[in-house]
């Protein structure tokens, strides 16, 4: 007799509610596996499907039969046939959530077949869908939350239409939906009462259809990230806006000022967060408009609730994002000076941020959990002295590249932030003494160590030894790390996901040999390591089974071996950058029965074949991105092209020289752009 | 030709049934013999003489100087009194109506069927024809001693004699004219101009020649537009209906032919002779000498009670001759321009229907109830005031191959939409049948059709067919078959 048998239904149900499929890929797969009656009971159990391949769209549909949430977006074709088999499936009436991000295949038939029982629709990124395939959308009655990023072709009508038939829409973004105006949205705002998340970020909108957005009664969250079109003079005629809005995203809103924010904000009492990232200028003017904020939300209180709750309720404003501000020390002294309490402040690329205006923030909001100073350069120890002291409860720093900073702060960091968790130290002048400091901070789950020149094996030994839970780290152009440093984090940090060994040119296959110990890495890069070997490549494909994003850029001693082993073991894999490498059309088609792979970069190889090339194309089905050298183009045949991308697959081409195989210097460029890089990322 | 002339013309010439009537003819014969007697009673009796075409005296005693000016500008002495001129259109006039009389007597008559048809009818049709010769001639003559080129005093000619206007003390009559008469008078007047002579009689319509310079079908913008002048500083004139809504402003002396441009009758004159190619025939004629201060010239519509007439209280002047035109045919005109496409739509100035027309059937914004609206924000503010309306999106945005519809404004709203997608799919229908054409055409080896196909079938497929490389190395054909045999 079977013991297993013995557990009910709710047992074995509670069971598979701690399986998680994000943690481990696997468990749900081995679980199902074990005998019928789990795999019935697991597939009973199943509430939300990936999809990799829409041809087993039919048999996931037979086999789940009680799926709320399906996600095609990793499809590299959805199109029609494939929605329509959806709706004509009986088994799936559970259905409620549908995820179609980047189909670009689906029109108005398609469409039109959606279940009206859906409650949350993602179209994001279907760049073709016209309007009159949206339209259809307004059949789904019960729709609470329609994400339509990106969809370019989509218009007012089709706006509206949706306003008229999805009444219930709770959450709805248009982001760069450039072709939706002022009276769709208006539309919108009118029809959809219930509305709480706005998205509207780089629609052309302008002040006119705000006031009918700002009179939505349960509006939570509004995100107005780029619209140029609305400036102070519009703002100016705005009536009282809502009070229930807890987050406004003015970022990039380049027309408006405090002027403007004051009259927005106008009795949103409630406002949690402010994000006010590349707006105009934030100079002193910046602070009539939070007193503005503050005053009123003073006055609302005294309203309604008696005075000492409204003392407590005071700092309802949390999280304030001012990247890329000009902000001047009194307008930090201003938000050090008010009475609210802030829990997360990004002053990221603030030019104007000086050690005054961070006390004066840190003495004051002494709750503060994430602070971000990159690229603030004016900033030096004092600051970071004031900050450790005070905010003893900061989970994140961002401080990369505040090149004042001298060696002693990192001492302060790890002597009094034990509750750190994200660290971002990139370009400082850290090094071994320094990162035995940070690494008391044992609850670090990402660390970013990019461009520390100084920091050697001696620091990441501490490192892999204190930091047990770090997940994430960044060793780009660390360029003094052995195989040593990089053997004792692989230790020490078994749960780690990602690692960045990208140009530390001392790393050989030993160092890839101990990391295959870590079986959750996700994510690999070490381009520029010219040492590595397949060797190496292979003991990684072993051991690290869930690699999903691998990068290889560079390394010229890698070469077909070095792929073979990655189908045989890393089916999860879904990016690789090849270019440079010593891989050949062999190596490649190898490379292409990994179904799950999505995303290739195939620059500069010198041993492929057009021949080859198209083989391994063809042979992958699951491409979605391809990027290529642009002699190929004419060496591919047209029509395999075309049949590329009907399947689904982008090709992207790239007209870069090669580039000889040199010594890599950490030259000034290279800081700069990856300084940049960070900023863009944020 | 004036309607009333065609008219009779026409009525000659479709009455062959026509009875003779001796007393008819002795009443015509009377009548044109008892002209002397007919001028006397009319002299004795200044009432009855139509004489104000122009109500306003100031502004007549204007036109007269002005109409004068001309005159000594040109270097010339004219001696025809205006006077005299009435008292012979007048008699025309009376004429003419005698003439109606008699044609409509004819019709009367016509009915009747008698013996002696054709004889009767020869007789009629010579009386008649004699009757409008005279008038034609007496026409002639009173105009000709206004033309420069001809003899001040041609009052004899055929024998048709003219009267010595006598009387020069007429001054100011009282306004006393039916529309009728006046009506006739402007006739009158049409068919001068299409009698091959000049207009220059009427000091209004030079002006009018010499501030046309744009089309009659032209819109003018500024008509909304308000100027406040003050009162004086501008002198008012007032066309007549009849001027207002001739076709043509210039007429050849020579043909009679009209011609809305004056430089259009210039390059027509050129076929008349060599003596109108010379430059300074072709050349524009010169405004009035512009030493004198030249009064701001306003206009006045002739339509009593209408603000632009300038007896309103409230009178706004119009700017140009244009503006009269434009502003008497849209709003005392009947509205006789219809749409073709949506036929609904009716205008009374050419150049509107045009306008309407570009944007007729065009971005047509419909709601899900069939109401169309030609702007977008008016269709979803018609949408946020109903409940449960929404855009009505044509299929697959054909909003580019929507040709001219005509969707009849009755039909329902499902007949509309059914009607879109009617358009819609016959325009599919239509390149089907381009593409089943290329494909008949293409049945010899055209490359780009063959190569169309070929694609067609490729997308088709689920895996490439090998076969179409003839390019790729064996090797290649078989790690393809081997992938596919490991999928």
Request: a neutral charge; one cysteine or more.
């Amino acid at each position: 007799m079977n013991r297993m048998e013995m557990l009910n239904e709710e047992l074995i149900f509670t069971i598979l509610d701690y399986l998680h499929e994000d943690e481990d890929p696997l468990a749900l797969k081995s679980f199902s596996l074990t005998c019928k009656s789990f795999c019935t009971l697991e597939s009973r159990h199943r509430r939300s499907a990936k999809l990799l391949c829409p041809d087993l769209l039919a048999a996931v549909l037979r086999r789940y039969n009680r799926l709320s949430h399906l996600d095609l977006s990793l499809c590299p074709r959805v199109d029609d046939a494939l929605l329509t088999t959806l709706t004509l499936s009986s088994f799936l009436s559970s259905l409620r959530s549908l995820k179609l991000t980047r189909c670009r295949f689906v029109t108005r038939l398609g469409m039109a077949d959606l279940r009206p029982n859906l409650v949350e629709l993602d179209l994001s990124n279907a760049t073709e869908l016209t309007d009159s395939a949206a339209s259809a959308i307004s059949r789904a009655k019960n729709l609470r939350k329609l994400w339509l990023v990106r969809c370019k072709l989509v218009s007012d009508m089709a706006i509206g239409c949706i306003a008229v038939g999805c009444s219930e829409l709770r959450s709805i973004s248009l982001k760069w939906c450039l072709r939706v105006t002022d009276l769709g949205v208006g539309l919108l705002a009118l029809k959809c009462t219930q509305l709480r998340y706005l998205d509207l970020s780089y629609v052309p909108i302008t002040e006119k259809c705000l006031n009918s957005v700002l009179q939505l009664a349960y509006l939570e969250d509004l995100i107005l990230v780029g619209c140029l079109g609305i400036d102070d003079d519009g703002l100016a005629s705005l009536k009282e806006s809502c009070g229930t809005m807890r987050t406004l995203d003015l970022s990039n809103c380049q027309n408006i000022s405090h002027i403007g924010l004051s009259n927005m904000t106008r009795g949103a009492g409630y406002l949690h967060q402010l994000t006010l990232s590349y707006g105009a200028a934030v100079g002193t003017h910046l602070y009539p408009a939070f007193f503005n904020l503050c005053f009123s939300c003073f006055l609302k209180l005294t309203v309604t609730v008696d005075v000492v709750k409204c003392l407590q309720n005071f700092s309802m404003l949390q999280c304030l994002k001012l990247d890329g501000c000009d902000v001047t020390s009194s307008a930090l002294k201003m938000i050090g000076n008010w009475c609210g309490s802030l829990r997360e402040l990004s002053l990221i690329k603030c030019s104007g941020v000086t050690d005054e205006g961070i006390s004066a923030i840190a003495k004051r909001h002494t709750g503060l959990r994430k602070l971000g100073i990159t690229c603030c350069r004016k900033i030096t120890s004092f600051a970071i002295d004031c900050v450790t002291r005070s905010c003893t409860s900061l989970t994140c720093l961002k401080m990369e590249a505040c090149s004042l900073v001298s060696k002693e702060a990192f001492s302060l960091i790890g002597h009094r932030c034990q509750f750190l968790e994200e660290l971002d130290v990139t370009d400082d002048d850290l090094d071994d003494q320094g990162l035995k400091y940070i690494s008391r901070c044992s609850r670090l789950f990402s660390l970013k160590l990019g461009i520390c020149l100084n920091i050697t094996d001696e620091g990441l030994i501490h490192v892999g030894m204190h930091c047990s839970r770090l997940k994430e780290l960044d060793l780009y152009r660390a360029m003094r790390v052995t195989d040593v440093g990089i053997s004792a984090v692989a230790q020490g940090c078994g749960i780690l996901e990602s690692i960045n060994m990208a140009y530390c040119d001392k790393i050989t296959d030993a160092s890839l040999i101990s990391l295959s110990k870590c079986g959750k890495l996700k994510a690999l890069e070490m381009r520029g390591c010219p040492r590595i070997t397949s060797v190496g490549l292979a003991a990684i494909a072993a051991g690290c089974r869930q690699l999903a994003i691998l990068d290889i850029k560079k390394c010229h001693k890698i070469d077909n071996s070095g792929m073979i082993p990655l189908p045989q073991y890393s089916q999860n894999l879904k990016q690789i950058n090849l270019s440079y490498c010593s891989v050949t059309d062999v190596g490649l088609l190898a490379l292409a029965s990994i179904s799950r792979l999505q995303n290739m970069t195939i620059l500069h190889l010198c041993g492929l074949s057009p021949n080859g090339l198209a083989a391994a194309l063809l042979a992958c089905g699951g491409l979605k991105k391809v990027k290529l050298h642009t002699s190929f183009k004419a060496l591919l045949h047209p029509s395999l092209l075309e049949h590329m991308e009907s399947r689904g697959c982008v090709f992207q081409w790239r007209d870069k020289p090669f580039q000889p195989q040199a010594t890599p210097c950490a030259g000034g460029g290279f800081v700069q752009k990856r300084t940049s890089n960070v900023i863009e990322q944020v | 030709m004036p309607q009333e002339f065609q008219g009779s013309f026409l009525l000659l010439k479709s009455a062959p049934h026509m009875n003779a009537d001796d007393a008819l003819c002795l009443e015509i014969c009377y009548e044109m013999l008892d002209f002397r007697q007919f001028m006397t009673e009319k002299l004795q009796d200044p009432s009855r003489m139509d004489y104000s075409m122009r109500t306003d005296p100031n502004n007549q005693a204007k036109i007269t100087n002005q109409g004068e000016n001309q005159i000594l500008n040109n270097g010339r002495v004219q001696s025809w009194d205006p006077k005299t001129m009435l008292n012979n259109l007048s008699f025309l006039e009376q004429k003419i109506h005698r003439l109606q009389e008699l044609v409509h007597m004819i019709i009367g008559q016509k009915d009747q069927v008698s013996s002696n048809q054709d004889e009767v009818f020869t007789q009629q049709q010579q009386l008649i024809t004699a009757d409008l010769t005279s008038i034609i001639v007496q026409l002639i003559s009173t105009a000709g001693c206004l033309l420069p080129s001809v003899n001040p005093s041609p009052l004899q000619l055929n024998g048709v004699l003219f009267p010595p206007a006598t009387s020069s003390g007429t001054g100011m009559m009282p306004q006393n004219n039916d529309g009728q008469a006046q009506q006739n008078i402007s006739d009158v007047k049409s068919f001068e101009q299409s009698n091959q002579v000049d207009l220059t009689a009427n000091s209004v319509t030079e002006i009018n020649c010499n501030s046309m310079e744009e089309d009659h079908e032209l819109k003018d913008d500024d008509e909304g537009k308000e100027e406040h002048l003050p009162p004086g500083s501008y002198e008012i004139l007032q066309l007549e209906k009849e001027e207002i809504l001739a076709p043509h402003t210039h007429f050849c002396t020579i043909c009679g032919k009209g011609f809305k441009r004056d430089a259009n009758l210039r390059m027509h004159m050129r076929g008349h002779g060599d003596e109108y190619k010379t430059p300074a025939a072709l050349a524009k004629p010169n405004k009035e000498s512009s030493s004198e201060k030249v009064l701001l010239k306003r206009y006045s519509c002739p339509f009593v009670g209408c603000k632009r007439n300038k007896d309103h209280k409230k009178f706004q002047p119009l700017k140009t001759i244009l503006c009269v035109k434009n502003h008497y045919k849209r709003t005392h005109c009947d509205k006789s321009y219809i749409c073709s496409r949506c036929h609904t739509k009716k205008f009374s100035v050419m150049a509107d229907l045009k306008t309407h027309e570009k944007h007729c059937g065009r971005d047509k914004w419909l709601c899900s109830c069939g109401t169309t609206f030609s702007r977008k924000d008016k269709l979803f503010g018609h949408i946020t005031l109903f409940q449960g309306h929404t855009p009505a999106i044509p299929l697959e945005d054909n909003k580019a191959t929507l040709g001219p519809s005509n969707p009849t404004e009755n039909n329902e709203a499902t007949n509309k939409t059914a009607d879109v997608g009617f358009n819609f799919g016959s325009n599919s229908v239509n390149v089907n049948g381009i593409e089943n054409l290329m494909d008949v055409k293409g049945d010899v080896e055209d490359p780009y059709l063959s190569l169309l196909n070929y694609e067609c079938s490729l997308s088709g497929l689920q895996d490439f067919p090998p076969a179409n490389y003839d390019d790729t190395s064996s090797s290649f054909s078989f790690l393809i078959s081997g992938e596919k045999n490991a999928v």
